[in-house]
């Protein structure tokens, strides 16, 4: 009896063992003809993305597209061990654009170059120059732009008119015409800036203070006289008391109404309309008024292929279609609060009614839009994200605070292995 059920395990394991394998092989993405596409999109904008992707599967092309939306953690996770393994890549993977580089280095992206012949509309003056550029490394075409996304500024127009009258006449807020509205708020016990997402925040302020990431392309310039004026207006302004405090929801704050101004990314609007009163978007806060030198940090979520030697031609152009598709039907993605990177939108009257426009709308404004493509940013947003509130709120001294980030970002490029 005991030899029976032995085999009978036995026969039941080695079964099991061959459906696992066997569903391996089956839900092998590149011989499917569904197009397998991961995103990042798990929040509310999720819902806009499968709508385009149920309404794009309705047109009957030869391949659907299956919509995959992955935390984004353990997405970028994921990506590096279904590449190397070459089993169940992703046909189309949206990725930040600010990783492509290291992609590329790294020889897992694929270049569109042999199929946009067919796709004559996939071109630069189609796009927001800033989102397409990246794309691009070495005459090669990696990426295709779904959107520019931005970190702007949030306004309670009651207290703007109360503290701070004229300061949207120009379109620019100053970081002047904020601190001046501080002083004049402080007594009523109402914050003049929230201190938010410190990487946009320092990003957008030390480039307005002619601060570079890299001289080279490589070696990280973090330790430099521009980041210390950009960690030292911050810090000002929260020893004077007028900017949120540790700790605090800085976001809720802003919506309780007791906060003037509150940077942040064009992507919140949907959470600002839980405000009871009236507000808008604007700029984030500048040095100058001039508005040929604003700097609006900005990224860009980019449509790319990782490879795949399975993947037919066929489907590859199927990829293709889909994106092209997505340049002429991009308003349902504006509805989630993103400004798509197809410049086709602008002609739409829906669209120039929607908050974020502006940054499209305006050539000056468009040209404000800022990504930063430092191969290592990855590692810098890592530094700026771990310590710069606790620079900015002085339990960090500024120089100790960016000696060490400076530092911590060398040690991170010693170690890495791409394009080397």
């Known amino acids: 009896m005991k030899k029976v059920v032995g085999l009978i395990c036995m026969l039941m394991l080695v079964v099991g063992l061959a459906a696992c394998g066997g569903s391996t092989d089956a839900k092998d993405t590149a011989k499917s003809k569904e197009i397998i596409f991961w995103n990042p999109f798990t929040g509310p904008d999720g819902a806009n993305m499968q709508k385009m992707v149920d309404a794009y599967n309705k047109t009957n092309p030869e391949f659907k597209v299956k919509n995959m939306s992955l935390k984004e953690g353990d997405m970028y996770t994921k990506i590096p061990t279904v590449v190397n393994s070459g089993k169940n890549i992703p046909d189309l993977t949206i990725v930040h654009a600010e990783r492509i580089k290291q992609y590329v280095d790294n020889d897992m992206l694929m270049s569109y170059d042999d199929y946009l012949a067919d796709f ?3 071109k630069a003056e189609n796009y927001v120059p800033e989102a397409w550029n990246i794309g691009q490394i070495e005459n090669k075409r990696y990426s295709v732009p779904l959107d520019i996304h931005s970190f702007i500024m949030y306004y309670n127009k009651d207290l703007v008119k109360k503290y701070a009258p004229t ?13 001046a509205a501080g002083k004049l708020a402080k007594k009523d016990k109402i914050d003049a800036v929230t201190v938010s997402w410190v990487k946009p925040t ?6 307005q203070n002619g601060g570079k990431l890299t001289e080279n392309g490589i070696d990280p310039t973090l330790d430099n006289q521009q980041a210390k004026d950009t960690f030292n207006l911050w810090k000002d302004m929260y020893k004077d008391g007028i900017t949120t405090k540790d700790g605090e929801d800085y976001f809720q704050k802003f919506i309780a109404g007791k906060v003037i101004f509150a940077p942040e990314g064009i ?10 009163f009236d507000w808008g978007i604007t700029n984030a806060p500048q040095l ?11 990224s860009s979520h980019q449509f790319t292929m990782f490879n795949s030697e399975g993947r037919s031609k066929e489907k590859t152009a199927g990829v293709l279609k889909f994106i092209d598709w997505v340049q002429d039907n991009s ?3 504006a509805k989630s609060g993103q400004n798509p990177a197809s ?8 669209y120039k009614e929607m908050p974020q426009s502006f940054l499209l709308l305006d050539p000056a404004e468009q040209k404000s839009l800022k990504i930063f493509d430092y191969k290592y940013n990855g590692y810098v947003s890592e530094q700026l ?28 490029i010693a170690k890495d292995k791409s394009n080397k």
């Open 202 to 207: 320092f990003l957008s302020l030390y480039t």
């Open 385 to 412: 994200d771990a310590n710069g509130n606790d620079i900015i709120f002085g339990k960090t001294p500024v120089d100790k605070g960016l000696a060490d980030m400076q530092k911590a970002v060398e040690d991170k």
């Open 267 to 276: 992507w919140m609007q949907n959470t600002a309309k839980d405000a009871k």
């Open 331 to 333: 308003l349902e993605w």
């Open 167 to 179: 300061a949207l006449d120009d379109g620019v807020v100053t970081f002047d015409e904020i601190q």
């Open 288 to 298: 100058s008024e001039d508005k040929n030198k604003m700097v609006n940090w900005s």
């Open 343 to 350: 410049l086709k939108i602008v002609e739409d009257p829906a």
């Open 120 to 122: 004559p509309d996939i």
